[in-house]
């Protein structure tokens, strides 16, 4: 239409109508377009500077026939930061390659080389938390390519976690993945079975057995 659009009306709308991606070039176009004089702003959004001009784009450029365009524009582009990152990180450039891969998830979210390379960064980096994040993110529509990375992140939290009850929830998320996992197991079990030992050497037997049937997974 000849009103004005706002970015987050303009964001939205490219998702509703099937433009999975808010690339860098995309979140720039508004300001470059507006230097070129195409379009201007005006209060809190843009609008066409000539009329004739977004009478031209709606019967020429309409989005139904241009958006696999923008999608094709925007994988290639996160094709290109993604082999930059592999490359950075083959040759050990992790803070770079991290950085790469950003620009791949920016261009593309749903670049699951990118997410499951960025999450293998982050864990040799020792930022376990940060590979959690992107892994549950991976997992919300890829939950094959996520599971065992994830399951391994959610060990590797519960077994640095100094609080018995954190590593319990670390544990029992563990097995909502996998409900044979035998590390998560074996985790709840060591748990519950300290936890009655104690209760049963200050002779509260009633805490104690409470405990132990808690640890009874198997």
Known sequence: GAQAITEEQLKAF??????????????????????????ERVDNGYRFRAELLRR?????????????????????????????????YHHGNLDKAASDLHQTILS????????QLLANIYLEQGKVKDAREELEK???????????????????????????DEQLVLYGQVLELDQEQFNAKQGIQDIWRKRGDHARNHNDLETALAAYEKGDIY
């Not at 099937?18 to 508004?30: D, F, H, I, K, N």
């Not at 997992?139 to 640095?160: C, F, G, K, M, W």
């Open 56 to 88: 031209w784009v709606v019967k020429y450029k309409p989005l139904n026939l241009i958006k696999d365009d923008i999608d094709r524009v925007a994988q290639s582009i996160a094709d290109m930061y993604y082999q930059a990152g592999l490359r950075n």
């Open 108 to 115: 593309n979210p749903y670049h699951v080389e990118a997410i």
């Open 138 to 164: 991976l997992y919300q529509y890829r939950p094959d390519e996520a599971r065992s990375h994830l399951i391994q992140v959610l060990l590797t939290l519960a077994r640095n976690s100094h609080h018995e």
């Open 14 to 39: 490219l998702t509703e109508n099937g433009v999975q991606t808010w690339s860098p070039e995309l979140r720039y176009a508004p300001s470059i377009l507006q230097d070129w004089d195409l379009i």
